[in-house]
């Protein structure tokens, strides 16, 4: 590998990294690769993209049988549903400018945006969006009355938001440490009452409100109405890469001079002083200069360090944890919002928690729809085979609204855990942890090194993996 220097790095980051130290000599010629990376996620991809673009030799090494982690478009379900990573906020800077260079587009799938029209059922009774104001239903007062129930946390959340105005890194100052205390605690101390807190919970994509952090809430809503106020694609703050955000994680792994390794799903580290090996499940073992691992946090928990993680390190693996969700996919075989003139999607407080329709005007395909639970909610579907989920999810929605008798047909169940190398959708934390470990989740563990969207500090989702990926390229490049 060529020495580079940090000017040249920084150019080809394309200027988003602003400080490094400085470079030392790289390849020891005793490894295989000057780098591994772990993972072909947007973390992993982006890191391997900067090394190799820096002239460094890397392999990723990915365990599942696809390109694309959290990224994941649903090519053959009709609409090309996102089961993962889905909005592009305005500003996706790294995840515009690569798909950009790698001659990709960008749409809004129709019924795709977060406001679609939604019909509520709340405590059994079943309502339309219009009547929700002044339902006896709703709890809260005010101008707040007019806050729909799918948009009470973003709402609520980014109300007096301590964090507003500040810089995107300022969760992690220790003024906002205060803050990192259970949401629910916060929202009462506000004045919010038990049912509007419990409302707000049903939309979380924590475990449960109660142990959810605030500050992690209000960095969430801080960030998401950063990203609100950039437009990039025809005035719109979000969009989706037109054909599926799969098309850029494959058009990633296609610009690598050596293309991912699929399958191989790695269950140790080890390391000397000149090099580190990862081991994989079929006994293949490959040795770098340096390792990135992208692995999400809770997936680490069954991977074993030689030497092994600091204590403090191994501790926030034991501990931090991912939201869940479920999400059941079904063809809309007749248009019940036709028969019952409500609207078409349908976000509720009992388990199936919301069923979002697109493709209602058949421009792409038949309509389909997604019940889509998350958080505590999503727990008790990990005991269910797929068939039993689609009888549950329908026999619910029929019960919620009669027009859907019979109107599903299953297509596929699918959940970021549901496999081995997924952990959930995002990191969460839980209060206290902040303060505990955020601030420890970046440190390398000598050749290893560590990205993903959970190391992230002024982004989050998409966008903080790809900042992740950029700051573990620069830990290599210039140890
Ligand atoms: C339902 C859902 C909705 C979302 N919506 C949005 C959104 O609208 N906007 C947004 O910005 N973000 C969203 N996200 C979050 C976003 O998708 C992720 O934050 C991001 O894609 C994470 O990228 P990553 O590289 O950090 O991790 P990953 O994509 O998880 O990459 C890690 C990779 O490591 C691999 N791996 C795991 N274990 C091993 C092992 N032992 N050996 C080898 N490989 C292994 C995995 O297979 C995976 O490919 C959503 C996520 C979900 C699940």
Same mark, same amino acid.
């Given at each position: 590998m060529n020495k580079i220097n940090r000017r040249q790095f920084i150019k080809s980051t394309g200027g988003f990294v602003a400080a490094a130290a400085a470079p030392a000599v790289h390849a020891n010629g005793k490894s295989d690769y000057d780098a591994i990376v772990i993972g072909a996620g947007l973390?992993?991809?982006?890191?391997?993209?900067?090394?190799?673009?820096?002239?460094?030799?890397?392999?990723?090494?990915e365990g599942r049988q696809r390109i694309g982690g959290r990224v994941y478009t649903l090519m053959h379900v009709p609409g090309k549903p996102e089961a993962a990573g889905e909005w592009i906020g305005g500003n996706y800077a790294r995840m515009i400018a690569t798909a950009r260079k790698l001659g990709m587009d960008f749409w809004i799938p129709e019924q795709g945006g977060p406001?679609?029209?939604?019909?509520?059922?709340?405590?059994?009774?079943?309502?339309?969006?219009?009547?929700?104001?002044?339902?006896?239903?709703?709890?809260?007062?005010?101008?707040?009355?007019?806050?729909?129930?799918?948009?009470m946390l973003w709402t609520i959340s980014n109300k007096d938001n301590p964090l507003a105005d500040q810089p995107l890194d300022a969760w992690l100052k220790p003024e906002f440490a205060k803050y990192d205390i259970p949401f629910d605690q916060y929202l009462r101390k506000r004045g919010y009452n038990e049912e509007t807190i419990r409302l707000m919970d049903v939309t979380i994509h924590t475990n449960h409100i109660s142990n959810t952090s605030a500050l992690h809430e209000l960095r969430r809503y801080h960030v998401?109405?950063?990203?609100?106020?950039?437009?990039?694609?025809?005035?719109?703050?979000?969009?989706?890469?037109?054909?599926?955000?799969?098309?850029?994680?494959?058009?990633?792994?296609?610009?690598?001079?050596?293309?991912?390794?699929?399958?191989?799903?790695?269950?140790?580290?080890?390391?000397?002083?000149?090099?580190?090996?990862?081991?994989?499940?079929?006994?293949? *073992?490959?040795?770098?200069?340096?390792?990135?691992?992208?692995?999400?946090?809770?997936?680490?928990r069954d991977i074993t360090f030689s030497?092994?993680?600091?204590?403090?390190?191994?501790?926030?693996?034991?501990?931090?944890?991912?939201?869940?969700?479920?999400?059941?996919?079904?063809?809309?075989?007749? *248009?019940?919002w036709e028969e019952d003139g409500m609207e078409p999607s349908i976000w509720s407080d009992r388990s199936i928690e919301r069923f979002g329709v697109r493709n209602v005007n058949n421009?792409?395909?038949?309509?389909?729809?997604?019940a889509f639970i998350n958080g505590e909610a999503s727990h008790k579907y990990r005991l269910m085979s797929d068939?039993?989920?689609f009888n549950y999810v329908a026999n619910e929605l029929a019960e919620i609204r009669p027009s859907m008798k019979g109107a599903l047909d299953p297509i596929l169940i699918q959940?970021?855990?549901?496999?081995?190398?997924?952990?959930?959708?995002?990191?969460?934390?839980?209060?206290?942890?902040?303060? *505990?470990?955020?601030?420890?989740?970046?440190?390398?563990?000598?050749?290893?090194?560590?990205?993903?969207?959970h190391t992230a500090i002024m982004e989050r989702g998409m966008e903080g993996a790809f900042e992740s990926g950029e700051r573990a390229a620069l830990d290599v490049l210039f140890s």
């Open positions: 973390s992993g991809l982006h890191a391997a993209m900067l090394l190799e673009e820096n002239d460094m030799k890397v392999l990723v090494l406001d679609r029209g939604w019909a509520y059922e709340i405590n059994g009774q079943f309502l339309s969006a219009q009547d929700w104001e002044k339902h006896p239903l709703n709890p809260m007062q005010g101008e707040d009355r007019s806050i729909p129930p799918h948009r998401n109405s950063f990203n609100a106020k950039h437009k990039f694609y025809e005035g719109n703050s979000y969009a989706q890469i037109k054909g599926g955000n799969s098309l850029l994680t494959d058009a990633m792994a296609d610009s690598l001079k050596q293309q991912p390794l699929l399958g191989k799903t790695v269950v140790h580290f080890d390391q000397t002083s000149t090099n580190a090996s990862v081991h994989c499940a079929d006994g293949t *073992k490959y040795t770098a200069d340096h390792i990135i691992s992208s692995i999400p946090m809770p997936v680490l030497p092994r993680l600091p204590e403090q390190m191994q501790a926030a693996v034991n501990e931090v944890d991912y939201g869940l969700s479920m999400q059941a996919h079904f063809l809309i075989k007749k *248009k019940f421009e792409d395909g038949p309509p389909a729809g997604v068939e039993a989920i959940s970021c855990e549901r496999d081995p190398h997924g952990a959930g959708d995002w990191v969460y934390w839980k209060p206290g942890q902040i303060g *505990k470990y955020a601030a420890n989740m970046r440190e390398r563990h000598g050749r290893i090194h560590f990205c993903g969207e």
